[in-house]
């Protein structure tokens, strides 16, 4: 009997809960079986059908079916009951009556039920009054509490309160009945409201009781907006609308921010990067030896690399030990080579490169088979860039009636259908009803143009570049700030100081203590990149800055050593050691690919780049000088797209059409072989050799760098070369050969570690690398983000530095909090140029550039100037002068009495006389012409000269 009375009990509980079940309302255990072993480890399928109940409650069931859906990962507030066999002491039949949770609740329900049913009877003038009292009755000391406990608890202005924000324990801590009547009012629960909604209504709440009252969450919104506008009206807008504080406050916080502890180099292998920065003050009245005022400092950062070896920690990999021109004079005369043939390592690079180009040979050649139409005659194709271009034809001869729309010559007046005057009806027209008329007119001419279009589909021809191999990790790499130097590395002395800070900071052993703890942990050398001036700067003290035994003093270059002997010490009588050949110099990446790209564009200006930026809207002089210079990296990289898929597309038409009408096979080789045969174009020629080699090495460069692969990054670097010593980028050339014969001496560890870190991803994405240089300008950014208005002293400086990560957590969690994260992991922005790239093509097509019949053996530019011929040999040209460059660099051989070398390659005509004339020749130069020329002379009046000469000489 009681048995069953017992199983009648249970019949109507909640498997897990406990509570009371409602018949209606209560669904079978076994429905949420798998969710039930996965949160709680309970297997319903072996429950004790007189032991454990069969059903769950309206409520338990509502939180797993969100389980169920994603909508939460995970439950809370569900406690499980412990079911027990019944016996004599068993809870469900015999409860405890001062156990809280067995309280019969029914008393308490029937008297709600009553308080409900009376206050239903109010008026609406005694139900406002009732709940006034309530209200104050709960919250007449609760809410100045609660608001004491959450300032104390959460004041807004300490860094490290900030830096650990957390939004749920946040919400916790608030009154819990403001919370619940909340909730009640929005109809809402704990487990589905959506928190950075509901804090600022709370904290709101809080200042309506206490005007002073700051809540963190909304200072911490406001102080992202303060970093990301610099707006004192947007700051004082939203520290109204919400408890976020004002401008003024926000100022203060920054300005007295605390400087706190320095941030620590990681252990591992790491890159040291260092750069500029720079902020300068804004003067706003006109005063007598008035000096703009600024503030010059070098950042410096470290990146921790993925490796496990502690290869920094080998004294045996020390550069110094290994960096040499010395034993390697056979890899100088290989790099030396003036073509490309003659190096050793040319066939693998080329091979690398030339796999890119047939790729976007075949694609374009596929696009050109969709959208090329025989004729009847089978002797001629066409295309939407054909129709394009006889729709221009036809508009410059001939005009439509705006009534009837028929063609009409140029000189007609009247419409000989409608027999309007064509100047009077427009006249006529109102200005709404001239605005619709030219909408519909442009409407009317765009689908035209899409009409004409052979493509059934828009062509979508942004290359996608997911076949190149990615090596990141997949792991974000922490980018850590450190402290900054207080000098401006544009010279020798400023270097010295930069590298001795990131020597210390790297432990580097030369500055440690012998008897320091810390030297488990030094290191023998590091990696330090930098880009253009620091560049040459660091491998020249690197190279000649030697720090004397005997004094511990420093100096530059071999012939200071010798005067410190003479002046110091006995001669010879000391020795020397170069302080910095713990330094393995990298190039930032970044810099080099823009560099690339500005030459680029600088050296093919007057063929056809400026022609191209003109149809793309770059109108002014000013537009186009900042077109010329490269300043927006974005634009100049589209442009650069635009130019290469265009004139792809241009180039490899003439053979896709040959092959059409003769019913041949395409291929790349194919074309490649066609080009061949076009050895009597110099415009083709020229146009294929700026596209097939050098815009898509610059491409294969930024795709390498996106995606960490050293091999096509190498590739890139080594087929582009000839762009930086075609023309005068002297900073890049040194670069240029400096990274050439390093690669080529590396040990195979230093090789490996340096090859598969390149570039890093700092959200981990696996095509969203960057330089090293290019991540520091990224962190430079926040850092002048959080600086005051006006010129930051170097105590503001160093405070915001050492403060720089505890920043960047605040601004993550705000953004994370509020959707905008700055780690999202989609793909790439497609940029959307297919109508530019027509646009390209319809120029080529429509000036001829590339055309037989237009163009012989002679060098045009785009709009029919004769171009220097000595353009055609632009490769062999620039890969002799590297070579001789690099003979002076490395083996310090003097380059022969050629001033051509020191010249760029011709482009104009204009240029080379520009050049050649005698007044753009060195003095030197001038004497050796003249040495020249007596040759020329007879014996007496050589002799003479010679006389006169050196008497010269001696005045």
Partial sequence: MENTEHLAKIENLCRLCGKETLIKARTSKFKFSPEIQQLFQINVNEDEQDVHPNYLCNACRCCLFRIRSK??????????????????????????????????????????????????????????????????????????????????KYPYNKMNVLENFDMNAYFEDFDQNLVLLLLAYCKQTRETVNMQYMIPILESLYRLVEPEFVGIWSFMQNLVVYAS?????????????????????????????????????????????????QIIGKSWNVSATNKVKMSVITN?????????????????????????SVGHEDIIADLCESADQLYSHADDLSKRHYEEVYRVIDIAIHQLKNELIINEQNTQCTDHVDIRISELEHEKKFKSCPQCNLFLEKNKRKCPQCHISIANYNKKQTDSEQDIEANTRKTAKAQTIRHN???????????????????????????????????????????????RHIGKKARIARYCNPDSSENRNIRFWTCVCCDGLPHGLVRKVKEEYFICTQCGEGMLGFDATQH??????????????????????????????????????????NIFMKSLVQIMGFKSEKAQYSALNCSDNHKSWQLLMI??????????????????????????????????????????????????????????????????????????????????????????????????????????????????????????????????????????????????????????????CRNHQSLKHVRKTVLNATGNSLDASGGSKEIKIDEAITEWRLLLRQTGYIFDEKHGPVLTSISGDVLDQGLLQFTEEANRKRGYR??????????????????????????????????????????????????????????????????????
């Fill in 71 to 152: 909508k939460e990962k995970k439950i809370i507030n569900i406690t499980i009951k412990n079911y027990m066999p019944h016996s004599s002491c068993c809870q469900i039949c015999f409860p405890d009556p001062h156990d809280p949770s067995e309280v019969n609740h029914e008393t308490f329900e029937s008297n709600m039920e009553t308080i409900v049913d009376l206050f239903a009877s109010f008026d609406e003038h005694e139900k406002m009054k009732c709940m006034e009292t309530m209200m104050q009755s709960v919250f007449s000391t609760s809410i100045k509490s609660s608001i004491n406990k959450i300032q104390d």
């Fill in 229 to 277: 506008t610099k707006s004192k009206h947007a700051c004082n807008i939203l520290g109204t609308a919400i408890p976020a504080a004002k401008y003024t406050t926000l100022y203060n916080f920054l300005s007295d921010i605390n400087i706190g502890a320095e941030t620590k180099c990681p252990d591992g292998d790491v890159v040291f990067i260092f750069d500029n920065e």
């Fill in 886 to 955: 690099m003979m002076d660099m490395l083996l310090h051989q003097m380059p022969p009495n050629d001033p051509t070398l020191h010249h760029p390659v011709y482009v104009l005509s204009s240029e080379r006389d520009k050049y050649m004339s005698i007044d753009s020749l060195t003095i030197s130069e001038i004497e050796n012409k003249i040495l020249d020329l007596v040759d020329e002379f007879n014996e007496e009046n050589k002799s003479m000269f010679q006389k006169l000469f050196s008497d010269m000489k001696k005045d």
């Fill in 643 to 800: 130019f290469h898929l265009g004139s792809v597309l241009e180039l490899v038409r003439p053979y896709v059409e040959k092959c059409l009408i003769e019913q041949k096979e395409t291929t790349p080789e194919g074309y490649i072989s066609f080009v061949k045969s076009k050895e009597t174009n110099s415009n083709y020629l020229f146009l294929f050799e700026m596209t097939c080699r050098y815009s898509q090495s610059i491409i294969n460069t930024r795709m390498a760098l996106r995606r960490n692969n050293y091999q096509l990054l190498e590739t890139a670097k080594w087929m582009s070369k000839e762009l930086l010593h075609g023309r005068n980028h002297a900073k890049y050339q040194d670069i240029e050969m400096y990274e050439s014969f390093v690669r080529q001496i590396l040990p195979a560890e230093v090789r490996q570690l340096t090859s598969h870190h390149c570039s890093i991803s700092k959200s981990g994405h696996l095509s969203k690398g960057q330089g090293y240089d290019f991540i520091l300008e990224e962190e430079n950014k926040q850092v002048k983000s959080w600086l005051k208005r006006g010129i930051p002293s170097d105590k503001v400086w160093l405070a915001t």
């Fill in 453 to 499: 279009s052979y493509t059934e589909e828009p062509v979508n021809t942004t290359l996608k570049y997911n076949h190149i191999a990615s090596l990141h990790s997949g792991e974000p790499t922490e980018i850590l700030l450190l402290d900054p130097v207080f000098v401006n590395p544009n010279s020798v002395e400023s270097i010295i100081l930069v590298l």
């Fill in 564 to 605: 410190h002997d003479k002046s110091s010490h006995t001669p010879n009588g000391s020795t020397y050691f170069l302080e910095f050949d713990w330094v393995l110099l990298i190039c930032g990446d970044g810099h080099y690919e823009m560099n690339l790209m500005k030459s680029f564009m600088e050296m093919n200006w």
């Fill in 300 to 324: 410096v950062a470290v990146a921790k690399l993925n490796n496990t070896n502690d290869l920094q920690k080998n004294e045996e990999l020390i550069p110094g030990k290994w960096m040499t």
